[in-house]
């Protein structure tokens, strides 16, 4: 994400603030109570959890592993520290360390502040009313750009009841904390790192191996097990998915909005490229790697650089030789890991760069101090449009193409194009979002929440039905592959394996156009021609949005016409 981008979220946010005082308010959270019925015995100990309103049965901070500080710092997560007593699973456990921004909105954060745990290695349970044994369990990766979020943003009981699945939705470390290819001076990279730079990934793997040891407890199948995630979330599957550690840890995969882009350990220890905060500039500023491992969770923060006081940029998903193979995870699709032999779904959503793009400065303009309209409506669809193949290229075709040419055709594919958003004043939610990054969470969990105090007026009261309509169906076929890998469900259209001809579900309203499949081929070569024959766009802005394909990793700037190159 581009420092641009990081501000359009500020911005985004700060509007969802702004109508607050336009809502009718939070009528408070409701008194949780301890349900005894709810105990299990997991590892560490007891633990009771309570009943959702709709009958979901719930455990809230399940530890999964020890404390990652201290002497856990950088290091592979230790075994969860027994309890005495029954541990109460009624709140939410500490998240893990972060710069608050308002992209996380928990009460009590204070933005640019550090705030959170290395105490954190937790997870939610969510199981339906009924019961039942060997149930197919789902366990959910937050996004947040590998350096934000928690699992309290992600309730998954009306996923968990509607379709009798278990649901998990856990944490890992963030940020310096769960990326660093820790330095061992006077040795070349290459032989450097054979020591895990991706805690993070280590972390969802022990939260993986939990689930295979205590899903029976809670009516689950250790056997059945598909992982699930959006954006970082989906990007993190995708290294799983290479990842000889994961093998053997879940039987399908749906990657929602996630790359498959990786750093060399060069470039992540600063010896190569040009990568902020490389982490042997952060070793220095520190004063040496014993000074940063005895600092305070704070000052290990402090020791990166920020933009605008808030946004940290670092390498992610580094190619340390340990947690994923030494080469880039393009390269290596289908060759190593889960990748060759589970069943996978990915897609994107058809405006994905609409949720940066909408207070752009460059893009839209205010109206009446901060409501927001595009400057040009052509070149803002326009940017939308390729932006977004860009994305839907780099996420989808390539795993596809990469899992299928290696001998694993199980992969579908879908669009979401959802553009029905309503209203507020002078500002078109529909025209300003489209069908937006992370907009697809709300369906799939069948819970309208994702923009704070906005939600009222982009899920509108008029698009209830069609809105509802399309979270069960899509909940439907999620859960049907994670019971048996094939998203079949009765009375909907049967979705086909992605295949050469790039068969895509299309997920949208009713009153567009419903639940169809397309053949949705595309590639670079496609993509700039199109850019040169579209008559929306003049010279100066098609210049422009070969700059922006730059930007996104999507073109090489040998890729740029010469008549674009100042």
């Known amino acids: ?23 009718k308010g939070d009528l408070g959270p409701r008194t949780i109570v301890p349900d005894p019925a709810t105990r299990v015995e997991i590892d560490g100990g007891a633990a009771v959890g309570f009943i959702e309103e709709n009958g979901a049965h719930v455990w809230r901070g399940l530890p999964f592993a020890g404390d990652t500080g201290g002497e856990g710092r950088w290091r592979a997560p230790r075994p969860v520290e027994p309890w005495e007593g029954v541990h109460d699973g009624t709140a939410f456990g500490p998240a893990c360390a972060q710069v608050a921004t308002p992209f996380t909105r928990i009460e009590g954060w204070e933005n640019g502040r550090v705030e959170g745990s290395e105490k954190c290695l937790n997870l939610d349970v969510y199981a339906p009313s009924a019961g039942g044994e060997d149930l197919p369990v789902m366990v959910w990766v937050h996004g947040g750009s590998n350096v934000s979020g928690a699992s309290q943003l992600y309730k998954a009981h009306n996923l968990a009841e509607n379709e009798n699945v278990i649901v998990v939705v856990l944490q890992y470390r963030l940020g310096p904390l769960g990326f660093f290819a820790v330095p061992d001076d006077g040795n070349e990279a290459e032989e450097s ?40 979330g989906g990007h993190n599957i995708n290294a799983l998915l290479m990842s000889p550690l994961a093998e053997g840890l879940f039987s399908r995969a749906i990657v929602q909005s996630g790359l498959m882009d990786s750093v060399s350990v060069s470039d992540a220890l600063g010896q190569t490229g040009e990568l902020q905060n490389a982490s042997k500039a952060v070793v220095e500023r520190a004063g040496g790697m014993e000074a940063l491992r005895a600092r305070s969770t704070e000052d290990v923060f402090e020791a990166y650089e920020r933009t605008d006081g808030l946004w940290l940029d670092l390498p992610r998903i580094i190619e340390d030789g340990a947690t994923i193979p030494d080469r880039p995870l393009l390269e290596v699709v289908g060759e190593t890991g889960p990748s060759q032999n589970v069943p996978i779904i990915t897609g994107t959503n058809r405006d994905e760069m609409k949720l940066f793009f909408a207070f752009d400065d460059l893009l839209t303009r205010k109206k009446l101090w901060f409501f927001r309209e595009p400057i040009d409506p052509d070149f803002y669809e326009a940017a939308s449009e390729y932006s977004a193949r860009i994305w839907r290229l780099r996420a989808v075709h390539m795993l596809a193409e990469g899992t299928g040419a290696a001998g694993n055709p199980d992969v579908y594919s879908y669009q979401f194009d959802w553009d029905d958003a309503g209203s507020f004043l002078l500002t078109d939610f529909g025209t300003l979002f489209g069908a937006a990054h992370a907009f697809e969470i709300p369906f799939v969990f069948n819970r309208f929440a994702l923009l704070g105090d906005a939600d009222q007026f982009v899920f509108s009261a008029k698009t209830g039905d069609s809105r509802e309509e399309l979270s069960r169906a899509m909940g439907a076929y999620w859960a049907s592959f994670a019971r048996d890998g094939s998203p079949v469900v009765d009375g909907l259209p049967n979705w086909p394996r992605h295949g050469e001809d790039a068969h895509t579900m299309i997920f949208d309203s ?57």
């Open 1 to 23: 994400m581009t420092n641009r981008q990081r501000n359009c979220w500020v911005l985004m946010l700060a509007v969802a603030v702004v109508v607050t005082g336009c809502s």
């Open 510 to 566: 009713r009153d567009d156009q419903g639940l169809v499949v397309k053949g949705s081929p595309d590639s670079l070569a496609r993509i700039t021609e199109d850019l040169e024959s579209d008559q929306r766009l003049d010279a100066e802005q098609r210049c422009a949005l070969y700059g922006l394909l730059v930007n996104l990793n999507g073109l090489t700037d040998e890729d740029v016409p010469a008549a674009c190159v100042q």
């Open 193 to 232: 790192v054979r020591q895990p730079a991706n805690f993070a990934l280590l972390d969802i793997i022990a939260a993986l191996e939990w689930v295979q040891r205590n899903a029976l407890v809670f009516g689950g199948s250790s056997s059945n097990i598909t992982i699930f995630g959006e954006s970082a």
